[in-house]
């Protein structure tokens, strides 16, 4: 199974949809294009909606542990919502559960952001 990334921009919030499957064959993918649209866009934080990610290595977490410390570095957060039980997991057993919030719902998550219009 190969990844879709969707990007949005609602306000000062980028909203990243994963479909698909994060591992080291498409890590490169996800890191480029978050990367570009945070240091090209106007946003300030990041929902990382997992809701089509269907798996997930450790690939995948080294890219989304990247991407929240460059979020962080320029004074923004990173939050991710609707997590399939078997990513989630992941994320408990690698610890970013202790860094990174949890929303059910991509509208819970960009209401927690939502600090300027």
Avoid: P, W
């Avoid at 059910?104 to 600090?115: F, G, K, M, P, Y």
């Amino acid at each position: 199974m190969s990844l879709q990334v969707e990007l949005e921009q609602h306000r000062n919030v980028l909203i990243v949809r994963l479909r698909g499957e994060l591992d080291h064959h498409t890590a490169d993918i996800v890191r480029f294009k978050m990367e570009d649209a945070i240091l090209r866009g106007r946003c300030d934080h990041v929902v990382l909606s997992l809701k089509d990610l269907a798996f997930m290595d450790s690939s995948g977490l080294g890219v989304v542990l990247g991407r929240y410390k460059l979020v962080k570095s320029r004074g923004g957060k990173m939050v991710v919502c609707d997590t399939q039980s078997s990513v989630k997991r992941l994320f408990e057993l690698s610890g970013l559960f202790k860094i990174l919030s949890f929303y059910d719902n991509e509208r819970s998550a960009v209401a927690s952001l939502e600090v300027v219009s």
